[in-house]
């Protein structure tokens, strides 16, 4: 049954992302922890001007909530909702740079905690709420926002038309919806595909194809307003980022290759090179 098998994705997700939350183990191939990424408060790919520029990677991703913000048309006398809203940084970051006021859902109890301890420590608690619930069934009446932000939480919902028809119907006539998401720009090669199907699997994740948003958008009764394919300055960085870790464990164990990373359970050193794997940033507006 739909409701059943949604429900229980959204629990999984909720799973992986307490343990993540918590930083807890994942084991490298000599046991070592699993380091924090970087991301800093905004878990997202980064956004970089161009390929070598020199910032990291926390840096980035909040550049790439500022993309997102800049685009809500926001202020003081707005209430946003940000869907999946992980530990709550770009929940935070939108209150801080528009006053808007704003509230966060994610699936993660864990990451509700940090959320709200983050709102607490910078002072903002009164403008930002974190709820755990499912955005394929939000607990929301019609119209309530006048815009949302879904930054990198879509692919982890099955049901993707399900979720922008919620956002549609949570949305003020004239609100605006921006988020971004992982699409295929081509086939995935052979050769690569073990290491896409790895990150598919170990971050309960799925793609889409560009071409499928005007119409899911048509179905929600969205008006498409901007697509764009942030790839070049978004995947291939961020994965090299990701890769760090694993890059200084493998400089010292000459002997080991990609098929070790994958063995390990460990993706990212293996989607450096794929270029089909694509990013997209997508606007619309509710009539
Ligand atoms: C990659 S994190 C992004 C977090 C946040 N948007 C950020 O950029 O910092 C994905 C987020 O989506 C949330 N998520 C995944 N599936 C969800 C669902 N069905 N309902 C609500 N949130 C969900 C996760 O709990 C997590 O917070």
Redesign the pocket.
């Known amino acids: 049954m739909p409701e059943k098998s949604?429900t229980s994705?959204?629990e999984a997700?909720?799973r992986?992302?307490d343990r993540f939350a918590a930083e807890s183990r994942d084991l490298w191939p000599d046991e070592a922890e699993v380091p924090n990424f970087g991301?800093g408060?905004?878990?997202?790919f980064g956004y970089w001007e161009t390929p070598d520029e020199d910032a990291p990677l926390d840096v980035a991703?909040m550049r790439l909530?500022d993309m997102v913000i800049d685009r809500l048309r926001v202020d003081e006398a707005h209430h946003v909702l940000?869907?999946?809203?992980?530990?709550?940084?770009?929940a935070l970051r939108t209150a801080r740079r528009t006053g808007a006021r704003v509230t966060g859902?994610?699936?993660?109890e864990s990451?509700i905690e940090q959320a709200k301890a983050l709102a607490q420590d910078a002072d903002l608690a009164g403008r930002l709420d974190f709820r755990l619930?499912?955005?394929?069934n939000m607990p929301f009446r019609d119209g309530s926002f006048d815009a949302v932000f879904?930054?990198?939480?879509m692919m982890?919902?099955p049901d993707r038309p399900q979720?922008l028809g919620e956002i549609a119907r949570v949305l003020r006539p004239g609100g605006r919806v921006v988020l971004t998401d992982f699409f295929e720009r081509a086939p995935i090669p052979e050769v690569h595909r073990p290491f896409v199907d790895l990150l598919r699997e170990s971050s309960l994740l799925s793609t889409v194809r560009v071409e499928d948003y005007p119409s899911m958008l048509r179905g929600s009764g969205m008006l498409f307003e901007e697509i764009v394919d942030i790839s070049p300055h978004t995947t291939r960085r961020t994965f090299i980022e990701m890769s760090r870790p694993w890059t200084e464990w493998a400089a010292a164990h000459p002997e080991v290759g990609l098929g070790t990373a994958l063995a390990a359970g460990i993706p990212a050193p293996g989607l450096i090179d794929v270029e089909e794997l694509g990013y997209l940033l997508l606007v619309a507006q509710r009539p």
């Open positions: 949604s994705n959204a997700v909720g992986l992302y991301f408060e905004h878990l997202h991703a909530t940000d869907v999946g809203c992980g530990i709550g940084g770009p859902i994610t699936v993660s990451q619930a499912d955005a394929l879904a930054l990198e939480s982890h919902m979720v």
